[in-house]
């Protein structure tokens, strides 16, 4: 059974920081990508980065510059790192991996989301 579980998500001000977790667990054999996508009410669920295995990360283009993904493969766990955060980056942030485990192929997960507030 794998489970992927986000962590981090709070009330912000305006041009404040933030740090998102997501930490993924069972019987993982390899992670491929990890990402970060994030939906707010009324509006479809938008890519906003991710990172490979090796490293390799893209960004939306609504946060370049602000936002930093990165990855600790030791302990299966992506960040996010949001500064400068506007209002129009509230939304549930929801952590996405694909992964295989010791018993099945490379497949999708999504985690259940953690809500980032921005306002004063």
């Known amino acids: 059974q794998v489970q992927v579980v986000e962590s981090g998500g709070d009330l912000v001000q305006p041009g404040g920081p933030l740090r998102l977790s997501c930490a993924a667990s069972g019987s993982i054999y390899i992670i491929n990508t990890m990402a970060w996508y994030r939906q707010s009410p009324g509006k479809q669920r938008e890519f906003v980065a991710s990172v490979t295995s090796g490293g390799s990360t893209n960004y939306a283009d609504s946060v370049k510059g602000r936002f930093t993904i990165s990855r600790d493969n030791a302990k299966n766990t992506v960040y996010l790192q949001m500064n400068s955060l506007k209002p129009e980056d509230a939304a549930v942030y929801f952590c996405?991996?694909?992964?295989?485990?010791?018993?099945?192929?490379?497949?999708?997960?999504w985690g259940q989301g953690t809500q980032v507030t921005v306002s004063s």
């Open positions: 996405n991996a694909d992964l295989s485990t010791y018993s099945s192929g490379i497949r999708n997960y």
